[in-house]
């Protein structure tokens, strides 16, 4: 009964979705106040009713309730509680319904944080919203009914695939999904304004909040994926270029340029073509990876549905609305105009030419992405395209993006000189030269990567340092405390992201550089060798899990004559679906990882064990973790809540705040106030 | 032609690409087993375990192999096409029993009818490790010189049953 009202809500959504993506669109157009403050109460009926399906369907997962197919099939009695609940996104149909629920969740959002929007503009904006979810309820109530019962139930479920039951896939989806779908408010505000023509600055500064807000859940989201296969796959790698990998690495990579091409937009009204483009590809590209991954036209380790039908609507509805939005955009773009000029060497020309280099990366991965399946397509053969094209076109596409992303933050807007830059950013050369040189004293091994890698990781620490000491100096306050409060939170999340992207190289530099692994036979009793560290296997055992049955190893790793740490690899069999699973045991350090994984039994008492030794390897994760922090802080900033209303009062004790756009009769003009970002 | 159109054409080639990409398979592997020798086998038949049957008895027939067990859920989606194909009597469907009990599976058979012409056990699952199979179920089409045609792997669809296999199993001459 409860799943049939689960189904009858979603039915119900599907209906508030229609109203909302219909009626407010046609108020706006007209003009009736009425239909456009449909918006705000159908988008919430609408979260309402996705939310009541989705916790009908967990419901099922939870009481083991295996007349519900999809719990039959992805789930078990034995499996424990936290994962019977995430086990509902672990599958097709769970997955979708949660892509549906995070979509209806940004709409609630938008409805709630939206009172400096003019009616006319948020009632386009939730109709666009209501439109793409009227397609994914679509999609789910006909291609992919999660509520779908199975009688007889069988006496037990088939149980969650092993790899997913672990606490990194906890919150990888639904923080990836947060960041997917999250993309859709930009490009629904990027729909309305190219219909009501208004591409200004104060479209690009609602646009602002909402786009770094989902691209810091997508960063998220990406590092928590990478983090669970370097842990849970077992071969000790981060990051395979798989079409998966790669159909979230796309939106993050265009998704980069949108949020710095709204900066422009914002501050100096350029961009503003280029802009609402980008937030169109980066949606689109969202939504293409879910026709990816949803369709089956690629094969991948995450794939778990290949439905034809499910593909055919996909691309349907891809064809619709990335078609739809493009030929508005084509029929819009020439009316809106250039917005701000500005000079070959400025600040935006920086911000342009790194746009430009992100989104040929993006081109080039997603040309990787599809090559094979166009290949196929052309009846030429099959082939798959691997992490070697990926590494070729990555590497030379990102080195001039990391270097001018050291000197955008310091030139100035529309005309900055290059002697001038140049004499500024002295030290940042200095201090860049000087790491890779010392890093080949210090490490001892020099390959041009490594140089390379550690030069521009340098080079964008000491620029934002540099960055940081130069707006301190240009506020004329003798108090620093002041000066430093005087700089906004955008400010210094920008700097925080970027040394997150330093933090990033250098453990990807020094990972792939320096990492070492040994695959060897062990006895109980023996000691092997990686990176200095002796390992000495001490015993095996069974042990028997919740769900599974083990042979766990105990390893002491010893440095020096000393005890380091004491690891547990398991080699799991689950009870259910019979298979094996590798479950590392790492001791983990800001300077290196020690991974060891358990293989197969070699004779009775001999096992295969792999030992790695990764130094660095941390970094990585730190890094995205700090870009999404200073996407975060960017969030925060206070100027985007300010607006809502009327200008407040400035308190007599605040300086100035930092130069912000105004628009005056459609031109946008820069007011530069001491310090500001608009320097 | 206007610049702001590119990004739509690029596109609309774009969905050219995946709509031509739908209807081919990437999971499409050749399987190394196709137009080779079936494994040989000897194995108890499930409903008299004193029985056995080897690969060698069905020579000089078209037969089908479908490995299925009780404990499978996608078994019970093409279970029924199966009953319904063996009512068809064009061709004899040996099943391929597969880490099972044989006191379930025969319950299982009893509750959802039996396609088979006989059931073979693979308690161990020693034969289908042979016949290399990914998961259950799979089904394999064997020519009268023993000689693997075909290989589905998961559940038989009705498309797969009218568009390949009924075909296939017409031009081996059944």
New interface residues.
Partial sequence: MIYELGHLALILALAMSLAQGVLPMIGAQTGNAAWMGLARPTARGQFVFVLIAYLCLTHAFVTNDFSVALAANHSNSTLPLHYRITAVWGNHEGSILLWSLILAGWTLAVSIFSRQLDDRMLARVLGVMGLISCGFILFTLFTSNPFERMFPPPADGQDLNPLLQDPGMVIHPPMLYMGYVGFVVAFAFAVAALISGQLDAAWARWSRPWTTAAWCFLTIGIALGSFWAYYELGWGGWWFWDPVENASFLPWLVGTALIHSLAVTEKRGGFKMWTALLAILTFSLSLLGTFIVRSGVLSSVHAFATDPTRGVFILGFLAVVIGGSLALFAWRAPQVGLGGSFEPVSRESMLLANNVLLLVAAAAVLLGTLYPLAVDALGVGKLSVGPPYFDTVFVPLMTPALFLMGIGPIARWRQARLPELAYRLRWAFGVAAVSALAAFLALGKWTPMIGLGLALAAWIASTVVLALVTRLQEHKSPDWRRRFAAQPGSFYGMLLAHLGVAVFIVGVTIVSGFESESDVRMEPGDTATVAGYQVRLDKIEDVTGPNYQASRATLSVIQDGKLVAIVRPDRRVYNVSRSPMTEVAIDRGLLRDVYIALGDPVSATAWSVRLHHKPFVNWIWIGCMLMALGGFLAVMDRRYRKLRVSEPVRPASAPPQADRALPIGGVVVARSGAGGTGR | M?K??I??AI??V??G????????N??EVPSPLINRPAPAFSLPLLDAPEQKLSAQDLRGQVWILNVWASWC?AC?IEHPLLVEFSKMGMVPLYGLNY?DKPEDATQWLK?FGDPYTRSLSDREGLVGIDFGVYGVPETFVIDKQGVIRFKQIGPVTPEVLRDEIIPLVRKLGA
């Fill in positions: 206007r702001s159109l990004p739509l596109f609309l774009l969905v690409f995946l709509a031509v990409g739908l209807g081919l990437p999971r859920v019970r880490k509750k």
